[in-house]
């Protein structure tokens, strides 16, 4: 990456939010990217070499596609998955240790809602606490179940309408569940009361699928809850700029501008946010820029730190901030990267994976775990100096989703199946 504009880096006290008061265990992973929204595990060690002989725990098929990734709260293993043409959606709700479907739910849908052949209509997260589980299924709406399976409440919008489908997964924290819905001609971002569905707040979003010369146009990504200069933000990368927003009222309270791209205004990563520094990725070809999360109204000349307009390689899945350097996977040409993201934005290293990512990248066990679009898992230690491989596995089965990691156990997400990990 090439810098072209540095600041000194103001030291504000940030620190990421868990994602619900209502989670007590550290070791659960109970959205997308862990209980920080980080990609961290904190706890434990885990398994660093697998295979269908070594270290499976069990595997269980899916009966659907998808590239949501898995999530794991106190005895339960949550996923979605859904049929081809996208009229049947579900919720899978596993035993951690014996792999055994404790319940399923399925919502109907419209099988010409539109999406890509490499995002299936499954394409998110669960988020979950102590008492529920949420998840969004695209059009048919946002549902909410209690850990035996009943029904708590759901909430319907307006048709998801973007060519690539959706993917943005939903984020609970304290007793509101945050919603990024779009892309597509609606697109807002949104809280809910957890108890009830009942709405909150809606920040409505520029929206559409194209912009006016026809370039293609969406975020895909996560929200993000963080503590910055003593106050709550919400943040979140949109498609030609990061926003914060007040989570109690919706309120924005400042923005950074550098996200479009040549082949248009699209991201598919979420924001990255460590060592006092948020990190935003474009989509196809588009800029990376690092800031600080404090400021109001356009902080564009006052936040950013760094900025690499350069034509960058295709991201989609998040890269894992430890000590001041992202590790990150590419999903075009299969680059592993580590890049100082706390001082220039400047590449460390790069190395070749072993297929495209579109998984993130995660940190447990003091390793980087990134999962390739073939379904291999590359390990390895990160070091800013140099690229230091563990240990490759695969199940030999496409993979597109972030393994979570929880109590020793890893659980991973294939196009087929979904399979748990840990040392015998």
Same mark, same amino acid.
């Given at each position: 990456?090439?810098?072209? !504009?540095?600041?000194?880096?103001?030291?504000?006290?940030?620190?990421?939010?868990?994602?619900?008061?209502?989670?007590? @265990?550290?070791?659960?992973?109970?959205?997308?990217?862990?209980?920080?929204?980080?990609?961290?595990? =904190?706890?434990?060690?885990?398994?660093?070499?697998?295979?269908?002989?070594?270290?499976?725990?069990?595997?269980?098929?899916?009966?659907? #596609?998808?590239?949501?990734?898995?999530?794991?709260?106190?005895?339960?293993?949550?996923?979605?998955?859904?049929?081809?043409?996208?009229?049947?959606?579900?919720?899978? /709700?596993?035993?951690?240790?014996?792999?055994?479907?404790?319940?399923?739910?399925?919502?109907?849908? @419209?099988?010409?809602?539109?999406?890509?052949?490499?995002?299936?209509? +499954?394409?998110?997260?669960?988020?979950?606490?102590?008492?529920?589980?949420?998840?969004?299924?695209?059009?048919?709406?946002?549902?909410?179940?209690?850990?035996?399976?009943?029904?708590?409440?759901?909430?319907?919008?307006?048709?998801?309408?973007?060519?690539?489908?959706?993917?943005?997964?939903?984020?609970?924290?304290?007793? $509101?569940?945050?919603?990024?819905?779009?892309?597509?001609? #609606? =697109?807002?971002?949104?809280?809910?009361?957890?108890?009830?569905? @009942?709405?909150?707040?809606? !920040?409505?979003? +520029?929206?559409?699928?194209?912009?006016?010369?026809?370039?293609?146009?969406?975020?895909?990504?996560?929200?993000?809850?963080?503590?910055?200069?003593?106050?709550?933000?919400?943040?979140?990368?949109?498609?030609?700029?990061?926003?914060?927003?007040?989570?109690?009222?919706? $309120?924005?309270?400042?923005?950074?501008?550098?996200?479009?791209?040549?082949?248009?205004?699209?991201?598919?990563?979420?924001?990255?946010?460590?060592?006092?520094?948020?990190?935003?990725?474009?989509?196809?070809?588009?800029?990376?820029?690092?800031?600080?999360?404090?400021?109001?109204?356009?902080?564009?000349? +006052?936040?950013?730190?760094?900025?690499?307009?350069?034509?960058?390689?295709?991201?989609?899945?998040?890269?894992?901030?430890?000590?001041?350097?992202?590790?990150?996977?590419?999903?075009?040409?299969?680059?592993?990267?580590? &890049? #100082?993201?706390?001082?220039?934005?400047?590449?460390?290293?790069?190395?070749?994976?072993?297929?495209?990512?579109?998984?993130?990248?995660?940190?447990?066990?003091?390793?980087?775990?990134?999962?390739?679009?073939?379904?291999?898992?590359?390990?390895?230690?990160? #070091?800013? @100096? $140099?690229?230091?491989?563990?240990?490759?596995?695969?199940?030999?089965?496409?993979?597109?989703? =972030?393994?979570?990691?929880?109590?020793?156990?890893?659980?991973?997400?294939?196009?087929?199946?979904? /399979? /748990? &990990?840990?040392?015998?």
């Amino acid at each position: 990456m090439m810098m072209l !504009k540095q600041i000194a880096i103001l030291s504000a006290g940030i620190f990421l939010v868990g994602l619900s008061m209502s989670v007590t @265990d550290g070791a659960d992973w109970p959205g997308f990217r862990g209980l920080k929204a980080n990609a961290v595990a =904190t706890d434990g060690d885990y398994p660093t070499e697998w295979s269908s002989e070594n270290n499976l725990k069990w595997k269980v098929e899916l009966g659907g #596609d998808g590239n949501g990734s898995p999530i794991a709260i106190d005895k339960y293993v949550y996923v979605t998955s859904a049929n081809k043409d996208g009229s049947d959606r579900t919720l899978h /709700c596993f035993d951690r240790n014996t792999g055994d479907e404790l319940w399923k739910k399925v919502v109907h849908a @419209d099988p010409d809602e539109e999406t890509h052949q490499t995002n299936p209509y +499954s394409g998110t997260t669960p988020a979950a606490n102590a008492d529920c589980v949420v998840v969004w299924h695209g059009t048919p709406g946002i549902y909410c179940y209690d850990h035996a399976g009943n029904e708590l409440w759901h909430k319907e919008y307006s048709p998801v309408k973007h060519v690539w489908g959706y993917g943005s997964s939903p984020v609970i924290y304290k007793d $509101k569940v945050y919603l990024h819905y779009g892309p597509g001609e #609606d =697109t807002f971002l949104l809280a809910l009361t957890l108890s009830t569905g @009942d709405e909150v707040w809606k !920040k409505i979003e +520029s929206g559409g699928a194209n912009d006016l010369s026809g370039k293609k146009v969406g975020s895909w990504s996560t929200p993000v809850i963080v503590n910055a200069g003593g106050k709550e933000q919400l943040v979140c990368s949109m498609p030609s700029r990061v926003i914060s927003v007040d989570p109690a009222t919706g $309120k924005e309270f400042w923005f950074v501008e550098g996200l479009p791209s040549e082949r248009g205004d699209l991201v598919y990563t979420s924001t990255a946010v460590a060592d006092e520094i948020g990190v935003a990725m474009g989509g196809y070809k588009g800029p990376a820029l690092g800031f600080t999360l404090t400021g109001k109204g356009d902080a564009t000349e +006052s936040n950013r730190i760094w900025y690499a307009p350069d034509r960058q390689p295709q991201r989609i899945g998040t890269g894992v901030i430890v000590d001041g350097y992202m590790y990150i996977a590419d999903a075009g040409p299969g680059i592993i990267q580590c &890049v #100082d993201i706390k001082n220039s934005g400047e590449e460390q290293w790069k190395t070749r994976g072993t297929d495209d990512y579109w998984g993130s990248t995660v940190m447990a066990g003091g390793n980087i775990y990134a999962t390739a679009k073939d379904g291999s898992t590359i390990v390895f230690t990160p #070091d800013p @100096d $140099k690229f230091k491989k563990v240990a490759v596995n695969t199940f030999d089965e496409p993979s597109n989703a =972030t393994p979570a990691f929880s109590n020793g156990q890893i659980f991973l997400r294939t196009n087929k199946s979904l /399979c /748990c &990990v840990e040392a015998e």
